[in-house]
T-cell receptor, first 114, second 114 residues
Framework: AQSVTQPDIHITVSEGASLELRCNYS??????LFWYVQSPGQGLQLLLK??????LVQGIKGFEAEFKRSQSSFNLRKPSVHWSDAAEYFC????????????FGRGTSLIVHP | DAGVIQSPRHEVTEMGQEVTLRCKPI?????LFWYRQTMMRGLELLIY????????DSGMPEDRFSAKMPNASFSTLKIQPSEPRDSAVYFC????????????FGPGTRLTVT
């Protein structure tokens, strides 16, 4: 069964600083990987996704993520954080074959200091 | 496109009452998902449909919960009778068959059972 671990419950950064949110997954084959963002009082919004090909994927709002098969990781990065990036971030893994049930991590809460 | 539409946005009800949550998925999406989000348990998949047919309802907590999808543009999640522990934010999401199954979430319904 697939699983996702987001080891950091909270991350605090200063506005303008760089950001990296960690995500580790467990899945036997090549997974589909996603990052979603949830702003307060809203639903989840897709930031970016990886299916195959280039392991560095670009997303919306200046985010990018890198798939590293050897480390079973899909970390999210942004070079300069804005105050509006404060939100909850979810990593998710989907099966590339068979029964389709997505698995979400518990989320990482990003706090941005001015 | 208007995105996934959920109603009501907020629901406050007394224990024992019936609650019905509604969802209109994005037109043309083949999959529809119901999730529940709480601080304690995070994001939980309750049930999902493919082409209006329930595929997996193993996440539905009890017989008090039921979900239907009478047509491609409408789904309901019903709780009868409701209990205080059902208080949560309930999300509906839809997904196209193509594109790796990324999900598009509605704004959620915040349910409070007193």
């Amino acid at each position: 069964a697939q699983s996702v671990t987001q080891p950091d419950i909270h991350i605090t950064v200063s506005e303008g600083a760089s950001l990296e949110l960690r995500c580790n997954y467990s899945y036997g084959a090549t997974p589909y990987l996603f990052w979603y963002v949830q702003s307060p009082g809203q639903g989840l919004q897709l930031l970016l996704k990886y299916f195959s090909g280039d392991t560095l994927v670009q997303g919306i709002k200046g985010f990018e993520a890198e798939f590293k098969r050897s480390q079973s990781s899909f970390n999210l990065r942004k070079p300069s954080v804005h105050w509006s990036d404060a939100a909850e971030y979810f990593c998710a893994v989907g099966a590339s074959g068979g029964s389709y049930i997505p698995t979400f991590g518990r989320g990482t809460s990003l706090i941005v200091h001015p | 496109d208007a995105g996934v539409i959920q109603s009501p946005r907020h629901e406050v009800t007394e224990m024992g009452q019936e609650v019905t949550l509604r969802c209109k998925p994005i037109s043309g999406h083949d999959y529809l998902f119901w999730y529940r989000q709480t601080m304690m348990r995070g994001l939980e998949l309750l049930i999902y449909f493919n082409n209006n047919v329930p595929i997996d309802d193993s996440g539905m907590p009890e017989d008090r919960f039921s979900a239907k999808m009478p047509n491609a543009s409408f789904s309901t999640l019903k709780i009868q009778p409701s209990e205080p522990r059902d208080s949560a934010v309930y999300f509906c999401a839809s997904s196209p068959r193509e594109g790796g199954y990324e999900q598009y979430f509605g704004p959620g319904t915040r349910l409070t059972v007193t």
